[in-house]
């Protein structure tokens, strides 16, 4: 986590440098390029193991592809740096491989879902169309996993059912790179790469009662740990405000 932190304080002092000669550029200026855009964006989440020890199970193992989408809003203080939030939504279906074996036991299906909000920062070179970015994004997310083992050995002492759902908020960094095209004067197509971490996501045990025997049964909840990702989006940003004089 310390090439993350000091990847995080590095983008932020270019975020905070950047905007101060912007502000004098306004003043020597009578047109200032203030403007903000709204774009829905869709992509594809693949889950990482990133985080885990090779002997552990990762994301990646209980996990496959899934989509994402969000929407966004960005505000651009200037020609090179947008603010913005972004509210989004992610769900990645169960990987069959790691999950064949319970399937034969029984009827089983799963899922990993979150919904997110974050703040977002972007620095966005000055070339004409094409036009490079990279950014960060800081915030929380709601998780919502799902597992619903139904055993074919039910009102027995085999019987191995488990069902849960998780409804949890944990904080989140994104760490984006990519590049913006502009299609026509405040209109922006967008492409981006995102590092997706949600570090605090921990494996628990938890215990029931079985309605049959009246036993305790103990069953592992996020045995994959952290929900990290990598999420490849693409995004069509409107603008909602043309320059204004000042």
């Known amino acids: 986590m310390g090439t993350i932190k000091n990847i995080t304080i590095l983008i932020l002092l270019a975020l905070c440098s950047s905007t101060l000669p912007a502000r004098n550029l306004y003043k020597r200026n009578s047109t200032c390029p203030k403007?903000?855009?709204?774009?829905?964006r869709i992509?594809?989440?693949?889950p990482l193991s990133m985080g885990r020890a090779s002997d552990e199970i990762g994301f990646s193992d209980?996990?496959?592809p899934g989509f994402s989408g969000a929407i966004e809003g960005m505000w651009m203080q200037s020609e090179m740096i947008g603010l913005g939030v972004e509210i989004g939504y992610s769900h990645n279906p169960y990987k069959e491989a790691f999950w064949n074996n319970l399937s034969f036991r029984g009827t089983f299906d799963a899922s990993y879902a979150s919904v997110s909000a974050m703040a977002l920062g972007r620095i966005i070179a000055?070339?004409?169309?094409v036009k490079p970015m990279i950014g960060i994004g800081v915030g929380g997310a709601l998780i919502h996993n799902t597992m619903d083992f139904q055993s074919k050995f039910k009102e027995s002492s085999d019987d191995e059912s488990v069902k849960y759902k998780t409804n949890d908020?944990?904080?989140c960094l994104a760490?984006?790179?990519g590049i913006f095209y502009k299609v026509r004067r405040g209109t922006m197509l967008s492409v981006t790469i995102r590092l997706g971490i949600i570090p605090n996501l921990k494996e628990e045990t938890k215990y029931?009662?079985?309605p049959y025997t009246f036993e305790e049964k103990s069953f592992k909840v996020n045995q994959h740990g952290n929900q990290n990702h990598i999420l490849v989006s693409v995004g069509l940003h409107s603008g909602l405000r043309k320059r204004y004089r000042r």
């Open 175 to 177: 760490f984006d790179t």
């Open 208 to 210: 029931s009662i079985d």
């Open 43 to 46: 992509g594809i989440i693949a």
């Open 35 to 40: 403007q903000i855009y709204l774009a829905p």
């Open 126 to 129: 000055g070339v004409k169309r």
């Open 62 to 64: 209980v996990a496959a």
């Open 169 to 171: 908020i944990y904080p």
